[in-house]
Nanobody, 125 residues
Framework: QLQLVESGGGLVQPGGSLRLSCAAS????????VGWFRQAPGKAREGVSSISSSGTTTYYADSVKGRFTISRDSAAKNTVFLQMNRLAPEDTGVYYC?????????????????WGQGTQVTVST
């Protein structure tokens, strides 16, 4: 069974930064597209960013373009990262990573088959 474990969430002030990690086990990130999604209380889960299995294509939600960057370390850590800068209160939510076998990546949760447990991100004064 594929496993993904998120980490790096926390409480940060507006304008601050966080780096989320999604550690993969029992599969290699080179073979899967990996996406980051978030869910705020009372709202539907939404796509934030994803990277294709080839690593050559990335996607970002309009609300995070220019502030968030997705990357991966497939050689050593088998981990996908989400660098989040200039965080705002509307970025608050539980952040999940998910994978899609040999996928091109997307921002649609239904395209992804295996999910992590999530990490809480709270942006507040």
């Amino acid at each position: 069974q594929l496993q993904l474990v998120e980490s790096g969430g926390g409480l940060v002030q507006p304008g601050g930064s966080l780096r989320l990690s999604c550690a993969a086990s029992r599969f290699t990130v080179d073979d899967y597209a990996v996406g980051w999604f978030r869910q705020a209380p009372g709202k539907a889960r939404e796509g934030v960013s994803s990277i294709s299995s080839s690593g050559t294509t990335t996607y970002y939600a309009d609300s995070v373009k220019g502030r968030f960057t997705i990357s991966r370390d497939s050689a050593a850590k088998n981990t996908v990262f989400l660098q989040m800068n200039r965080l705002a209160p509307e970025d608050t939510g539980v952040y999940y990573c998910a994978c899609q076998r040999r996928g091109s990546g997307s921002l649609y949760p239904t395209d992804f088959t295996s999910w992590g447990q999530g990490t809480q991100v709270t942006v507040s004064t």
